[in-house]
């Protein structure tokens, strides 16, 4: 089986060395002077045998003129001729050029220099003057060293546990590269930095004074019309987030485009092209608060063409809502897929695993249909469950319950049907409740992926995101990454409020200054000025594959995702296979990569791209990579490679 893009070996053309072709000459080609030289003597041959001594002194004369004329004539015709390889009277006269002496170029900027004085200058200066050997020397290629390096370091790894949820190994520190991206970029070791003192002091009150609940961010997942957006719909209007007014105005609307039973959806979905279409396109994000939580809601689309935004929205997440259809055939067609290949609820439910969910509530819809069956949710639960421990969610972290949106059974309260009777298990919100916020990463560099990009109501360009590391205030530089611009915070909302500072777990938007908005696209970070986020080339990661019909080459091209960012690329190596059991290096440079198994592979992408290990953020270092609109694996990021 081929893959999309054949990759060749580096010894295919060992044997085509430059010397074979030029010798001692540089670009000189020889064999072009010599066939110059032998025309030449033809043609001067053929000049002086046309001038043919008639007699006496005049044939003498014009003989004389005949050996004047061959290489006037020579010359003419065969401009080649000047090609000729020099001969040893005259190579004494030919030196070879000394590159360690500055060119007229390099003469003109000295000049400048002086006249100027820039600092900056004289450092280019002394990089212009650098013989070419060392430069040539300094700039040799370390693909082939990096490639030796990757093999010993892969050796040395020892991975406990589990291949995907435990701590990354300790990459060694010559693989790992945090690399510059322009300029002499002020970088230091993550490990050194120390959150600044204002920020700290700030963190300190702002914590002391919060409020009771504590933040969660929430993800809806799910196939297509399992109802997700109208269960979301209808538990803010329970929970007070959406008047009765409001509820009547989307019914009428709905009714009016002929699609009545999606007018608790609509209360999310408000693009004209989620309400023509009648699903979520984008990750839909409202702010609500139970009795004990304070949770970011992410509906997040379920159509297969919108994974891409479905892994922006779970990137962000710290638990979520896996809503399956109870439906006759509902279920199974959200499971397997129309033609066997898998739906969207199993492939949901790996990515958010590896995307760092590990927390999972399994709602059970439209249990309606089929009278609030209690078999039927028995025998999806019996299916599913094997499934979700295989993909590494504890059975102790799942949570099961029955929920019918358009009529309000088990959202807030306990279920009221008598038919469903037999289920005594939580409800929506009480599952929410039971959800763990997550630790707020506050001693770590500032860090923002860009999720959002709009005009500010104050003015300015705004971009929204969730912190994932650090603190910051207003007028606190940032650098934005991969452009490397620097700007300022002039404005910091938090939840839709407006703030002075913004913490690690915090959903922000924040409004810049002295930043160009074309370098403001989903996919940049925000980082701390003097800590920047390594942009990666190359990159070594630890993948689970996922249910592929074909194996995975070396070569094949994939898109690689990880946090709000996506990139092209493709499978540059693949390094070795672990084993199943102790993930432990079981073999080196494997042919291909199989269903069910685990492998360290060399990623190389089209174009740089933000991205950290996982050792130092976990959600910036979590990777999904997709082939012909399908998942076919999911990983960590161990190594770094500018």
């Known amino acids: 089986m081929s893959s999309k893009r054949s990759v060749y070996d580096e010894g295919d053309y060992d044997d085509c060395g430059d010397e074979d072709y030029y010798g001692d000459y540089g670009d000189f080609d020889p064999g072009e002077s010599q066939v110059a030289g032998k025309q030449s003597a033809k043609t001067a041959t053929k000049v002086t045998d046309k001038i043919k001594p008639k007699s006496g002194k005049k044939a003498g004369k014009t003989q004389a003129q005949g050996h004047t004329a061959a290489p006037a004539a020579a010359k003419q015709k ?14 004494s006269e030919i030196q070879r050029f000394n590159f360690d002496t500055p060119s007229p170029d390099d003469s003109v900027l000295e000049a400048q220099k002086r006249a100027t004085g820039s600092a900056e200058s004289s450092s280019s200066q002394h990089a212009h003057s650098v013989p070419s050997s060392a430069r040539s020397a300094s700039s040799q290629p370390q693909s082939l060293a990096d490639s030796h390096a990757i093999t010993e370091d892969v050796a040395k790894l020892h991975l406990h546990n589990h291949a995907l949820t435990n701590e990354a190994a300790e990459p060694s520190s ?66 007070g987030y959406v008047s009765q007014k409001a509820v009547h105005k989307h019914e009428k ?26 699903v979520t396109v984008d990750v839909a994000t409202t702010r609500f608060q139970t009795s004990q939580r304070n949770v970011t809601l992410l509906d997040a689309p379920g159509h297969r063409d919108f994974v891409p935004n479905m892994i922006a929205g779970a990137a962000q997440a710290d638990a979520a809502l896996l809503l399956v259809d109870g439906s006759p055939g509902g279920f199974e067609s959200g499971f397997e897929g129309s033609a066997g290949g898998g739906g969207q609820t199993r492939e949901h439910a790996q990515l958010a695993r590896s995307l760092g969910v590990e927390q999972l509530a399994v709602v059970i819809s439209k249990l309606d249909t089929c009278d609030f069956s209690q078999q039927r949710f028995q025998d999806i639960q019996a299916t599913l469950l094997p499934f979700l421990k295989g993909c590494g ?38 599952a929410i409740n039971a959800f763990k916020p997550s630790e707020r990463a506050t001693s770590k560099p500032f860090r923002m992926p860009i999720t959002d990009v709009f005009k500010g ?17 207003v007028g606190t530089p940032v650098r934005v990454m991969p452009s490397n611009e620097i700007g300022t915070v002039r404005s910091i909302e938090v939840d839709g409020a407006i703030a002075t500072l913004a913490r690690a777990g915090d959903t922000a938007d924040l409004t810049l200054a002295g930043v160009e908005p074309a370098v403001l696209n989903g996919g940049a970070v925000l980082c701390h000025p003097e800590c920047p986020v390594p942009l990666a080339s190359r990159i070594i990661a630890r993948l689970l594959v996922l249910d592929v019909s074909r194996p995975i080459l070396r070569g094949q091209q994939v898109t690689l995702h990880a946090h709000a960012s996506q990139e092209t690329g493709h499978m540059s190596q693949l390094v070795s296979l672990l ?36 050792k130092d953020y976990r959600a910036l270092g979590r990777i999904a990579l997709r082939d012909s609109g399908r998942t076919i694996a999911v990983g960590t990021v161990i190594q770094i490679f500018g």
């Open 78 to 91: 065969t401009p080649q001729a000047k090609l000729a390889v020099p001969s040893a009277n005259n190579a």
């Open 253 to 278: 609307e709905a009714a009016q485009a002929g699609k009545a039973s999606f007018s608790w959806a609509w209360l999310l979905d408000e693009r004209p092209e989620e309400r023509a279409r009648g």
């Open 457 to 473: 109501q104050r003015g300015g360009i705004s971009v929204g995101g969730k912190l994932e590391g650090g603190a910051v205030k």
């Open 393 to 430: 969610f504890r059975p102790a972290a799942i949570q099961w319950l029955p929920a019918v949106g358009p009529i309000g059974q088990n959202l807030i309260k306990p279920p009221t049907e008598p038919q469903l009777s037999w289920f005594k298990g939580p409800s929506v919100v009480a």
């Open 174 to 239: 010559k693989g790992t590269s945090r690399p510059a991206s322009a300029g002499n970029q002020p970088q230091r070791p993550i490990q050194e930095y120390q959150l600044e003192r204002d920020l700290q002091a700030a963190c300190d009150a702002l914590a002391s004074a919060e409020q009771v609940q504590p933040k969660l961010h929430l993800v809806v997942l799910g196939h297509v019309d399992a109802g997700k957006s109208t269960l979301m719909g209808r538990l803010l209007h329970d929970l």
């Open 579 to 614: 084993d199943s059991k102790t993930f432990e290096v079981s073999k080196n440079k494997p042919r291909c990569l199989l269903k069910g198994q685990s492998a360290m592979v060399e990623v190389t992408l089209s174009r740089t791209m933000c991205i950290e290990t996982y």
